[in-house]
């Protein structure tokens, strides 16, 4: 593993295009101590505008609170910093190692570090395209398939633009949760190489919809086999997030799933929800099949959703048959993931298929079109 890591950071290198975008890491995690090392290239340690430490090659670098200050120790010197500073470098290709408490991880770009409400901040100032690569790699980029890949980077590339300065008064663009995107690296596992060839190749390319807007591209691991429009589970109608059938989704690995749910448990969620549910209702909540996705229980009280029992009962999708045998309720379900958008496993059977990534996103986001940034004003 450290033989490939040195590897690609020696020959994945992209083009600084002059499009940064800041990231809070480690966003679920209060850090009061974080250890960098220099992994390749040059850093030094900047406060307005000025260099105060230069930091060797290979170097460990500590950053605590210490008192509610920021404490650095660096080449064998300590310093107590007055506010934030960075750990910045002016060479592209630069990487710096970061590990916080267990989670290590390689990143490019520059380390802005600050202290707010007793925990650290940890902001990477990297080119657009180098968090794209990392998003890929994190949320998906396992697959090998080009045309795959292809699909990821505009996506992740066109999220990244619509939401910048999402967070802009707390000194970032997104966070690397899930909540935004996944980043939890730079791309250095074995598909990298794959995963910036696949970034070059759609160089600027961002998904919009009919007005020449960044799409709210959405996607989940599995749709078993239909995908939802985006106001059956979230507040806002989006034309081009509507339901679709997607036969590519079948056989897939996250395509079917089982669960087991207490008979008295069932009844009680169900009884909780709709008080006024008559007793020939709830049997009928015992048995049943969806030919296809259903927004609701039929029949059922206005805020018996399905969303809501998948995620009261921690289901892999709201796509399922019921079926009781005795005190058990069995569930047969479809799909993983809250099925708004792009299905991925959906579009690896796309690629696999021989489907190009322009197909592959236009199947799931109707309406959308492929635009080169260059073309847009925002």
């Known amino acids: 593993m450290r033989k490939?890591?040195?590897?690609?950071?020696?020959?994945?290198?992209?083009?600084?295009?002059?499009?940064?975008?800041?990231?809070?890491?480690?966003?679920?995690?209060?850090?009061?101590?974080a250890f960098l090392k220099v992994e390749k290239g040059s850093y030094g340690i900047y406060q307005a505008g000025n260099e105060v430490v230069d930091v060797d090659h290979r170097s460990l670098m500590t950053v605590s609170i210490v008192k509610g200050?920021?404490?650095?120790?660096?080449?064998?010197?300590?310093?107590?910093?007055?506010?934030?500073?960075?750990?910045?470098?002016?060479?592209?290709?630069?990487?710096?190692?970061?590990?916080?408490?267990?989670?290590?991880?390689?990143?490019r770009g520059s380390i802005r570090v600050q202290v707010r409400n007793g925990r650290l901040f940890l902001i990477n100032v990297v080119e657009l395209d180098d968090y794209v690569a990392g998003v890929v790699e994190s949320e998906g980029g396992h697959h090998m398939h080009r045309e795959y890949l292809k699909a990821q980077v505009l996506i992740a590339r066109t999220y990244a633009l619509k939401h910048l300065n999402s967070y802009d008064r707390l000194g970032y663009d997104l966070n690397d949760g899930v909540?935004?995107?996944?980043?939890?690296?730079?791309a250095y596992a074995k598909n990298a190489y794959l995963i910036y060839k696949a970034v070059l190749m759609t160089k600027g390319e961002v998904l919009v919809d009919d007005q020449g807007k960044f799409l709210t591209a959405a996607y989940h691991s599995n749709s078993g086999g239909q995908t939802c429009n985006s106001e059956d589970v979230w507040s806002?109608?989006?034309?081009?997030?509507?339901?679709?059938?997607?036969?590519?989704?079948?056989?897939?690995?996250h395509y079917a799933w089982t669960a087991e749910i207490d008979r008295v448990e069932w009844t009680?969620?169900?009884?909780?929800?709709?008080?006024?549910?008559?007793?020939?209702?709830?049997?009928?909540?015992?048995?049943?099949e969806q030919r296809e996705r259903w927004l609701r229980l039929p029949c059922a009280d206005?805020?018996?959703?399905?969303?809501?029992?998948?995620?009261?009962?921690?289901?892999n999708s709201a796509f399922f048959d019921v079926a009781t045998k005795g005190n058990t309720v069995y569930l047969s379900g479809r799909g993983f993931g809250h099925g708004v958008g792009l299905s991925q496993e959906g579009a690896m059977k796309m690629a696999q298929n021989g489907m190009r990534y322009n197909e592959i996103l236009l199947h799931y986001y109707r309406g959308a079109r492929i635009e080169e940034l260059s073309n847009l004003m925002f």
């Open 179 to 186: 909540d935004h995107q996944a980043y939890k690296s730079m």
């Open 268 to 288: 009680k969620y169900l009884k909780s929800v709709c008080p006024d549910l008559e007793p020939d209702s709830v049997y009928a909540y015992l048995d049943f």
């Open 302 to 315: 206005e805020s018996m959703r399905m969303k809501d029992l998948r995620g009261h009962f921690g289901l």
């Open 69 to 107: 200050f920021l404490e650095v120790k660096a080449n064998g010197q300590r310093r107590e910093m007055q506010g934030s500073f960075t750990i910045e470098t002016e060479l592209p290709n630069s990487v710096i190692r970061i590990r916080v408490d267990d989670d290590e991880r390689l990143y």
């Open 4 to 33: 490939l890591i040195v590897l690609l950071l020696v020959v994945v290198t992209l083009p600084a295009v002059g499009r940064e975008i800041c990231v809070n890491l480690y966003f679920d995690v209060k850090i009061t101590t």
């Open 236 to 253: 806002s109608a989006l034309p081009y997030l509507r339901s679709v059938p997607d036969t590519f989704s079948r056989g897939m690995p």
